[in-house]
């Protein structure tokens, strides 16, 4: 078995910063990518960013140069470091961990609530 766990998310107001963090944990052979994905109240469920296993990351056109997403390999965990929030952000955010063997694992969610 395979347990992801989140943390991080709350409110803030517009302009403030997050961070959210995902720890993987269990039966885990290897990973390949890890990200979040979030969904908003009445909204299908977006990928917002992506890091590979070998660093590379890839951003919904939204959250560019305001969301950085990171991993700690040694620790089998993913980051997603949020800047100048918007309103628009507000949902609740997924960690995604593809592993090896027995594929896509996903998180419980956190909730993130950007408002004044």
């Known amino acids: 078995q395979v347990q992801l766990v989140e943390s991080g998310g709350g409110l803030v107001q517009p302009g403030g910063s997050l961070k959210l963090s995902c720890a993987a944990s269990?039966?885990?052979?290897?990973?390949?990518?890890m990200g979040w994905y979030r969904q908003a109240p009445g909204k299908q469920r977006e990928l917002v960013a992506v890091?590979?296993?070998?660093?590379?990351?890839n951003y919904v056109a939204s959250v560019k140069g305001r969301f950085t997403i990171s991993r700690d390999n040694a620790k089998n965990m993913t980051y997603l470091q949020m800047n100048s929030l918007k309103p628009e952000d507000t949902a609740v955010y997924y960690c995604?961990?593809?592993?090896?063997?027995?594929?896509?694992?996903w998180g419980q969610g956190t909730q993130v609530t950007v408002s004044s």
């Open positions: 269990g039966n885990i052979f290897s990973i390949h990518a």
């Open positions: 995604i961990v593809d592993l090896a063997v027995v594929g896509r694992r």
């Open positions: 890091v590979a296993s070998g660093g590379g990351t």
